[in-house]
């Protein structure tokens, strides 16, 4: 079957199998739940709209992620009323969001139309575009004294698109025109029904960050988003770059990179675009800001903590937010279900210019995506893999914590400059670095009272069996899944866990704490080393893939796995 002229890619038979029984669904809030219902009627109203603004700005993902989705997207819509087959094949693109994506399962993505592929620069560059033409366009500019264009083209907010023999940019706000401009009216419109004025200040300046080509805009909104801690409502406008796998090749061409430098031009990877929708969870908020207290020390505690300047605030005081919520929408950068789905976010992140002029950060967590769980598959799991004394030990709950842990570790550590000038492995080793601080810096949450000695031990066994027994070798561009296999190999090597003669998982807890921080100790040397060849060297060293590794990824699949991600929403 074709549509628009691409025959689907996947049989009948496959697809159908693919969307109903390989599919985990993400069920969010409706007008139903008492987060919901204890709202003002403002609010509500408020919310409504914030929804809007979310629909929109998941089209224009869909554009930043490949020339082709929309329209297929479209056409899918019309098939899927006549045609079964049309029906999963639309399943399966809002499962992805997108023509193609991983499922963090097989090798190659999954492709719904034939000859129908991904980009590395994604729809954000021209998709002919290869890195090498990229350098030679760029020295090429550079060299007619185009300085200012070559800057705006690596701007992290801007589409690329070919003029002639070179290249121009064209900022979010002008090629989005349109878009942007629905999106700001829904905010407009969201803030003369909330009841929060603190929450009502900061849609007006998002709004207005929709409508101006000016990065101060965006500075400003970052600012009053990440002063909210008590808001009814959670509304994020999320600019991550870990799509853009063009931008980041710049940096092994040394002698490109030290023109650039001397410029003062910093290579940025293009933000994919996404919008959150939630309500703010009080109780769990609670448990989120015993955790931020500790941050301060923390940050004293981190490895080679005199070389850098930590961004968490220093002495005067924390600028960090931090929120549970009940998520009511997640659109763009947010549905690419590509292998997994987001748990919390720490933003903005490092490369955005918020942080350089004195802004905070605000952490936000998403109940209702890491309550989706698979009960009577774990017990399978924890029956033939992990020894009987350790059962007790594991919930969900307690990955939870870790995953706190891991936000709060974004916030400590060297700054962008470090990160960014590892170029293709920036966001391995960062991703890496945040579990590593989790798990380092965990009992010292114990020293403080906000966790017991026996939690600890739970959020260790939970970390390894959840993140660490691994359904597939991860892909080089799934910066989470490399991180947890390099953690897997490194702390086995120390020793802190093991497998015995039956394949069942032992724990050296007091290791676990050791092995934890030598990880760390290395994950911050490879950042303050700021060298691409050196993250690769780290990486290619802890990245292999055992006999162990594969029979728990053999055993998991035999289980049944659900590569496949449903965000089932209401509103």
Not at 280 to 296: P, Q, R, S, Y
Not at 449 to 471: D, N, P, Q
Not at 528 to 548: C, H, I
Request: proline letters at 3%.
């Amino acid at each position: 079957m074709k549509i628009n002229g691409f025959k689907i890619n996947i049989t009948k038979k496959d697809l159908h199998h693919r969307v109903t029984k390989e599919v985990r669904q993400i069920t969010l809030i409706d007008e139903k739940n008492p987060a919901y219902i204890s709202l003002s009627d403002g609010d509500k109203k408020a919310l409504k709209h914030l929804v809007n603004a979310a629909k929109i700005m998941n089209d224009v993902a869909l554009e930043m992620d490949h020339p082709l989705n929309l329209t297929q997207k479209q056409a899918l819509e019309v098939a899927a009323l006549k045609s079964p087959y049309a029906a999963d094949a639309l399943k399966m693109f809002n499962m992805l969001n997108g023509v193609a994506g991983s499922n963090g399962l097989d090798k190659e993505p999954v492709e719904i139309f034939e000859g129908v592929h991904q980009f590395a620069g994604r729809n954000f560059y021209p998709t002919d575009l290869t890195g090498d033409e990229l350098q030679q366009i760029l020295n090429k500019m550079l060299d007619s004294g185009k300085t200012e264009q070559v800057q705006q083209i690596l701007s992290a907010r801007t589409m690329v698109r070919r003029n002639g023999d070179i290249l121009k940019a064209i900022d979010y706000t002008e090629y989005f025109a349109d878009e942007f401009s629905e999106m700001a009216n829904e905010l407009e419109c969201a803030a003369h029904y909330t009841t929060d004025e603190l929450f009502k200040d900061y849609l007006g300046w998002q709004a207005q960050a929709f409508l101006q080509n000016n990065v101060e805009m965006d500075i400003l909104a970052d600012k009053h988003w990440a002063q909210m801690q008590e808001t009814p409502l959670e509304f994020t406008v999320s600019r991550e770059n870990y799509d853009d796998h063009l931008t980041p090749t710049l940096f092994s061409n040394s002698e490109l990179m030290s023109r650039l430098n001397a410029l003062g031009i910093k290579p940025v990877p293009k933000d994919m675009l996404g919008i959150r929708v939630g309500i703010v969870n009080k109780e769990g908020t609670a448990l989120l800001l015993k955790f931020k207290d500790e941050m301060l020390k923390l940050a004293d505690l981190m490895p080679f903590a005199d070389r850098y300047t930590q961004n968490v605030g220093g002495k005067k005081g924390l600028k960090q937010t931090m929120v549970d919520a009940d998520i009511v929408a997640l659109t763009g950068d947010y549905a690419l279900c590509r292998g997994g789905i987001t748990l919390a976010q720490n933003l903005p992140n490092n490369d955005k210019p918020s942080l350089a002029h004195g802004g905070g950060r605000r952490n936000v967590y998403h109940r209702q995506v890491r309550h989706g769980g698979e009960s009577e598959k774990t017990e399978k799991i924890l029956k033939e893999l992990v020894s009987p004394q350790l059962h007790k030990y594991y919930n969900n709950e307690y990955d939870h914590l870790f995953t706190i842990g891991h936000e709060n570790g974004h916030s400590l550590g060297p700054d962008s400059t470090y990160q960014t000038a590892l170029g293709v492995y920036q966001h391995i080793i960062e991703e890496h670095k945040a579990d590593m601080v989790s798990a380092a810096m965990m009992p010292e949450y114990v020293k403080a009272g906000i966790i017991s000695a026996e939690e600890l031990k739970a959020i260790y066994v939970t970390w390894i069996v959840k993140r660490h027994f691994m359904k597939a070798y991860p892909q080089d561009k799934e910066a989470h899944r490399v991180a947890d296999l390099i953690e897997y190999n490194f702390l086995h090597e120390y020793g802190a866990f093991w497998f015995d003669s039956h394949r069942k998982l032992h724990i050296d807890f007091e290791k676990m704490q050791t092995g934890s921080r030598a990880l760390l100790t290395e994950i911050i040397r490879v950042q303050l080393s700021k060298s691409p060849q050196v993250a690769a060297d780290f990486v290619d060293r802890w990245t292999t893939w055992g006999e162990m590794n594969q029979y728990i990824a053999d055993f998991k699949k035999k289980l049944g796995v659900r590569p496949y991600i449903k965000i089932e929403t209401f509103f």
